[in-house]
Each structure stands twice: as structure tokens, then as C-alpha cells.
């Protein structure tokens, strides 16, 4: 079982730089394929930004393509998104899902509000 806590939302300006943070638990985060999901108000969908795998190979939306940067450090247990040139249309509840043999875990998210 993989537990996921994200960190590091908040309000920023157009134009400004975010990195969000999802610390996992147990030794199978490590292998474990873990994606970052944004989910804007008043929408209950949940979109996929980015993914990164257990060999580090990533994907990205198109939207996000050239600002956002998904990386993982397995010794801390965590997976980042750097968000730069971050627009108002990136405000959002950030969740981190983490896919492991088959299971799914989300965590319970972190806000993103990108406003003057």
C-alpha cells in the first residue's frame, strides 16, 4: 500500500513558479508509476498533467509542455512538479495518484491559484 501527501500549493501571479511535492510511504513508491492530476473548479474531472514511471520516463500534457517538469528523487520518497510561466488557467486542485500492481492510491491535494 502506497500513501501519498502533496505540498507546496498556493497563490501566485501570472508569469510565477510553483514546485509541488508528493511524499509517498513504503518501499513500493519507488516502483510505482505516479502522476499528477489537476482537477479546476467548478469541474469534477480530473485531468492528467504529468506522469513519470519507474524508469522515469514521463509524459506531459500539451498544455503544460515547456513549463511543468515531473521529476522524482526515490530516496526522499518523492515525486515533483515544477510549474513555471504558470497562467490563471492552471488554477486548480493539484492530486498526486500513485499506480502500483495494480492499485491506486490519490492523496488528498493541494490548491494552485494563479491570480493578480
Known amino acids: 500500500q502506497v500513501q501519498v501527501v502533496e505540498s507546496g500549493g498556493g497563490l501566485v501571479q501570472p508569469g510565477g513558479s510553483l514546485r509541488l511535492s508528493c511524499v509517498g510511504s513504503?518501499?513500493?513508491?519507488?516502483?510505482?508509476?505516479v502522476g499528477w492530476y489537476r482537477q479546476a473548479p467548478p469541474t469534477t474531472q480530473r485531468d492528467l498533467v504529468a506522469?513519470?514511471?519507474?524508469?522515469?520516463?514521463?509524459y506531459y500534457l500539451d498544455s503544460v509542455k515547456g513549463r511543468f517538469t515531473i521529476s522524482r528523487d526515490n530516496a526522499k520518497n518523492t515525486v515533483y512538479l515544477e510549474m513555471n510561466n504558470l497562467k490563471p488557467t492552471d488554477t486548480a486542485v493539484y492530486y498526486c495518484?500513485?499506480?502500483?500492481?495494480?492499485?491506486?492510491?490519490w492523496g488528498q491535494g493541494t490548491l494552485v491559484t494563479v491570480s493578480s
Open positions: 513504503g518501499s513500493a513508491f519507488a516502483t510505482a508509476t
Open positions: 495518484r500513485t499506480l502500483h500492481s495494480g492499485a491506486i492510491f
Open positions: 506522469q513519470i514511471d519507474s524508469g522515469s520516463g514521463t
